[in-house]
């Protein structure tokens, strides 16, 4: 008589947290604090023929928290920060910015050799804040539950999606729903966190009490260089000029004087010349070439010969050809080399070949070597996943959340957001966004709670030590004042 198999069930996934315990001094100050990383499992409500049929684990989600010991959770800030790509974990601003400890990477033309190093970060948020970094799935840590498709993951809403509920498990389970609460994006992740501000409000009645976008970009439309739409061409321009004055083509010339002159011709007679295109007169094309030409420290001859439309991969490609050097698209102040110098666009980012090295290393050996939680899963820094990012709900239009950031400031005119820029940032560049902030929809008493933060660095402005520590402060000083206890 055979005996009648039955199908086993894999084991439900389960959260695999670790919490240590540690200190550290702030300014002459001792904080004693909690420590907890590893990955929370993310569930969704299975609905079968209109019968709940349970919480089904759909993903696992990479988080590290830090709480201050001892600390009143009705009066304690809490920030949720994440970084951007979309595809890039929060390694860069958890271990270069915000947490406790921090990456000793060096900076331009004094970068540390491997195997790099770390230190206490003195200046951490977390002496204003508790702190909770989260990884996207597919980053880091962070993957689909079995059985489930990682490409579900990949793309505005459902991002948007997750990390919410995210925030909203570790805010229930942690008795935090009093606490002022922050979000901190870069890149994307500001693009997230405007998106995230009205879904947390609309969806769980969330309301925050600021945000922090680091290198923002809320509109795509600042920054894509399409047939026929030429708002970025003079939205990158003031940018273009920081990075030639910086590489000392504008001789000795202050660099505020310089972007003041960028900034205006950016505004009133580049878009009248790009707008005009072959109705331009011979005389008014020259001058235009001419200005342009000597505001970029490009040649005349490259800026006629692109129809005065200076793309910006092509412009790090372009800027130093002459001298045989690529300039960085993350932070123009790193330049490096290529496989050749007659190209139309760098083969690789030098900026990013300069931190990619030390945050990878340092984030591996701090995760197991001091909080004690090992995997045998490649954290993913950099995770392959922009190309099949799906925007489906854009469809026919650009990408943006500034109607939603309106919104969500519309309805608590209490938020307070933060935007910080860095004069050398190739990849979202300073002044598209500034218009975009200008452009918001809010009325003009709610523009006072807005500020912005100038450093000169570029995308990763804390790379550059003197801006990491202003910056450190700067957040610290809207944590304080955004925080209404």
Known sequence: MSEE??????ESPADDLVTTQHSITVKGRELNYTATTGRIVLKEEVLKDGVFEGHKPKAEVFVTTYTLDGADPLKRPVTFAFNGGPGSASVWLHMGLLGPRRVLSGDVGNLTAPPYGIADNEESLLAESDLVFIDPVSTGFSRAAQGEKPGNYHGYQPDIESI?????????RNGRWMSPKFLCGESYGTLRAAGLAEHLQKKYGMYLNGLMLISSVLDFATLEFNEGHDLAYTLFLPTYAAIANYHGLHGDRPLKEV????????VRDYPYALARGNRLTDVE????????????GLSEEYVDAVDLRIEHIRF??????RDRRTVGRIDARFTGWDTDYGREGISADP???AILGPYSAVLNHYLHAELGYSSDLPYEVL????ENWSYKEFEGRHVTTAGKLSAAMRANPHLKVHVAFGWFDGATPYFAAEHLIAHLQIPKELTANIESAYYPAGHMMYVHEPSRIQQSEDLAAFVRNSSNT
């Not at 972007?259 to 950016?266: D, N, P, R, T, V």
């Not at 790090?316 to 050809?321: D, K, N, P, V, W």
């Open 164 to 172: 919410a509920e995210i925030i909203r498990l570790w805010t229930s």
């Open 351 to 353: 900026s990013i070949d």
């Open 259 to 266: 972007l003041a002159e960028a900034e205006e011709f950016a």
């Open 5 to 10: 198999k039955t199908e086993e069930k894999p």
């Open 383 to 386: 995770a392959r996943v922009i």
């Open 316 to 321: 790090f490609t372009e800027l130093l050809r």
């Open 285 to 296: 094309r020259a001058a235009a070439i001419e200005k342009l030409a000597r505001l970029t």
